[in-house]
């Protein structure tokens, strides 16, 4: 959809309303080199994918042309599915990224939850957006606030980091 909107008109756009980064599901390595040069040129991050079969030579090529932040894809699974991947598997392709490209952000999706985040912890960031999106599906079919779930959830979520790094919760 971005080149059939036009790639220009749509980075102007993104520029125009503080866009920081682009995750373009359907635009892989090495296909979207062209458009990541853009993005860079717009001052947008283009977060490269990284999933559990990417081969350590391929790993090297993308981690090599990625932008600031790449996004690992921590099993091979619809998001919002539980994880079926140990955590130290996870973590042990974490750190092979992290030694390859130390000075790159390296997130981790797909199966985070609140339960398993705490397993995460000493990573550079994680996603649990699943988790709040049955969140809200139970919320709303139970007829309670889903706004207030969510907040109580991602409260919940921030103490645990908090709690992490020697903050005081809230």
């Given at each position: 959809?971005?080149?059939?909107?036009?790639?220009?008109?749509?980075?102007?756009?993104?520029?125009?309303?503080?866009?920081d980064?682009l995750?373009v599901?359907?635009?892989?390595?090495?296909?979207?080199k062209?458009?990541?040069?853009?993005?860079?040129?717009?001052?947008i991050?283009?977060?490269?994918?990284?999933?559990?079969?990417?081969?350590?030579?391929?790993?090297?090529?993308?981690?090599?042309?990625?932008?600031?932040?790449?996004?690992?894809?921590?099993?091979?699974?619809?998001?919002?599915?539980?994880?079926?991947?140990?955590?130290?598997?996870?973590?042990?392709?974490?750190?092979?990224i992290?030694?390859?490209?130390?000075?790159?952000?390296?997130?981790?999706?797909?199966?985070?939850?609140?339960?398993t985040?705490?397993?995460?912890?000493?990573?550079?960031?994680?996603?649990?957006?699943?988790?709040?999106?049955?969140e809200?599906?139970?919320?709303?079919?139970?007829?309670?606030?889903?706004?207030?779930n969510?907040?109580?959830?991602?409260?919940k979520?921030?103490?645990?980091l908090?709690?992490?790094?020697g903050?005081?919760?809230?």
């Amino acid at each position: 959809m971005i080149f059939q909107y036009n790639e220009n008109k749509f980075l102007n756009k993104c520029k125009n309303v503080k866009v920081d980064g682009l995750i373009v599901v359907d635009l892989p390595y090495p296909e979207n080199k062209k458009f990541a040069a853009k993005c860079k040129k717009n001052n947008i991050d283009f977060i490269q994918l990284l999933c559990p079969t990417t081969n350590e030579e391929r790993l090297k090529l993308i981690l090599n042309d990625a932008h600031d932040v790449v996004y690992y894809i921590s099993m091979l699974s619809t998001t919002g599915q539980k994880l079926k991947v140990s955590p130290s598997k996870i973590k042990e392709r974490f750190n092979l990224i992290k030694t390859i490209a130390p000075e790159k952000k390296c997130i981790i999706g797909f199966g985070i939850t609140e339960e398993t985040i705490a397993d995460f912890k000493d990573t550079d960031a994680c996603v649990v957006g699943s988790a709040l999106c049955r969140e809200i599906s139970k919320s709303v079919n139970e007829g309670q606030n889903p706004a207030a779930n969510i907040g109580a959830m991602v409260k919940k979520l921030t103490n645990k980091l908090k709690s992490w790094i020697g903050l005081p919760e809230q």
